[in-house]
Antibody
Framework: QAQLVQSGAEVKKPGASVKVSCQAS????????IHWVRQATGLGLEWMGW????????GFAQNFQGRVTVTRNTSIATTYMELASLTSDDTAIYYC???????????????WGRGTLVTVSS | DIQMTQSPSTLSASVGDRVTISCRAS??????LAWYQQKPGQAPKLLIY???TLESGVASRFSGSGSGTEFTLTISSLQPDDFATYYC????????FGQGTKVEIK
């Protein structure tokens, strides 16, 4: 069945960058967008952005534009999300999710990774 | 940006109760709305999409309704496994989540 496997927890200092990976299996990688959603401890879900693995197109929430980059390696069905200029407010669990839906970039999520905890601390 | 507002933030209920959670969009989103269930330490799970379509494998006690700006998630008879936090998400214009509704044991 479809599955997304994310990389392990990270601890970063303020000002640094973090790169989280998300490897897909059990379905055709290029057939579904991958979206990124984060969740600070005890708080709600925050949508960050998306990538079309077929053509590499991306789109991001205004809060993250200029600070987040999403790339992919189709040969290993893996998407990467890199977040720069980290602050303590970026401490959260970062999820990747497989998307379905009607419009490019505007979709819902039927398969989720287990999440990657990113801790930003001096 | 489209804002999503859920109510209530917390709901206390008993097994067997009928539970209703509301979600309001700041502008019309048609029926491009999904509902998710999240339990502590787990990723969210898709329950409903396109406002009222039940995801495959999801129990039929879950149902969704609404269109435009007002939406509802209903659990017809609350089961022990249903105590969790529920989120709505609009996908008319990218994706925005509501702040969540925690369903706790009364």
């Amino acid at each position: 069945q479809a599955q997304l496997v994310q990389s392990g927890a990270e601890v970063k200092k303020p000002g640094a960058s973090v790169k989280v990976s998300c490897q897909a299996s059990g379905y055709t990688f290029t057939s579904h967008e991958i979206h990124w959603v984060r969740q600070a401890t005890g708080l709600g879900l925050e949508w960050m952005g998306w990538m079309n693995p077929n053509n590499g197109k991306t789109g991001f929430a205004q809060n993250f534009q200029g600070r987040v980059t999403v790339t992919r390696n189709t040969s290993i069905a893996t998407t990467y999300m890199e977040l720069a200029s980290l602050t303590s407010d970026d401490t959260a669990i970062y999820y990747c999710a497989r998307a379905r839906g009607p419009y490019t970039g505007s979709k819902y999520f039927d398969v989720w990774g287990r999440g990657t905890l990113v801790t930003v601390s001096s | 940006d489209i804002q999503m507002t859920q109510s209530p933030s917390t709901l206390s209920a008993s097994v067997g109760d009928r539970v209703t959670i509301s979600c309001r969009a700041s502008q019309s989103i048609g029926n491009w709305l999904a509902w998710y269930q999240q339990k502590p330490g787990q990723a969210p799970k898709l329950l409903i999409y396109q406002a009222s379509t039940l995801e495959s494998g999801v129990a039929s006690r879950f149902s969704g309704s609404g269109s435009g700006t007002e939406f509802t998630l209903t659990i017809s008879s609350l089961q022990p496994d249903d105590f969790a936090t529920y989120y709505c998400q609009q996908y008319n214009n990218y994706g925005t989540f509501g702040q969540g509704t925690k369903v706790e044991i009364k």
